[in-house]
């Protein structure tokens, strides 16, 4: 038996990323964002929301470009701090130890700590409510040498991303239950 929760923002889990800007004045900012989700394939896209009152909402709108910076657990309190203040006031990569590194790509920076970072441009925004939705083209992912797989492609276990509860805890990613577009075959009739 279900009961109603009401209108929310629910959707569970997400992951917890760095988005990487530089601000209008130059100085490069980290903010954490849980808001988004992969839009398209080919060309190969992501949404992020953003409110219009943070930094990075400037620094987007001015570069028209973002990273998004894959923390992993050992990172997740600095990645929190990230969400708690702004870099109007705070230097965060300088407080947090954290190294910004040029993209190759587009404006703006990407965390050297993070596992797996991805240069996106700007390719369209739309207001939503009380955030900004941008979507990016991801142009190139930069991840560390060591974290490739059986396949060639990102192992999650070695990336070992930080997954957001929006009921209020960070999470790790837990072993696999089977091998995607493959293990549902077992139901498959003629
Ligand atoms: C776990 C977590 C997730 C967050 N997700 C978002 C988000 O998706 N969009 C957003 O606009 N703010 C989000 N925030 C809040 C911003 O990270 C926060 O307001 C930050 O201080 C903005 O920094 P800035 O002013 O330097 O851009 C989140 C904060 C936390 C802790």
Same mark, same amino acid.
């Given at each position: 038996m279900k009961k109603s929760l009401g209108a929310d923002t629910l959707a569970y889990p997400l992951p917890l990323y760095l988005l990487g800007t530089y601000a209008p004045n130059g100085q490069p900012n980290i903010m954490a964002l849980a808001w988004t989700g992969i839009v398209s #394939?080919? /060309? /190969?896209t992501i949404m992020v929301g953003v409110m219009p009152s943070r930094l990075t909402h400037e620094g987007i709108v001015k570069n028209q470009a973002f990273t998004v910076n894959f923390p992993n657990s050992a990172l997740a309190a600095k990645a929190d701090y990230a969400g708690l203040v702004s870099g109007r006031q705070h230097d965060k990569f300088a407080e947090l130890g954290l190294t910004p590194v040029e993209s190759t790509l587009v404006k703006a920076p990407y965390v050297a700590e993070c596992p797996v970072a991805a240069e996106c441009r700007v390719i369209s925004m739309a207001e939503v409510g009380d955030h900004t939705m941008f979507v990016g083209e991801i142009l190139d992912i930069k991840a560390e040498e060591?974290? #490739?797989?059986a396949d060639g492609g990102l192992d999650v276990l070695k990336v070992d991303p930080v997954v957001f509860n929006y009921m209020g805890d960070y999470h790790r990613v837990g072993p696999s239950l089977g091998k995607s577009f493959s293990c549902g075959l077992v139901y498959k009739k003629k």
């Open positions: #394939s080919v /060309p /190969p060591d974290l #490739s797989g």
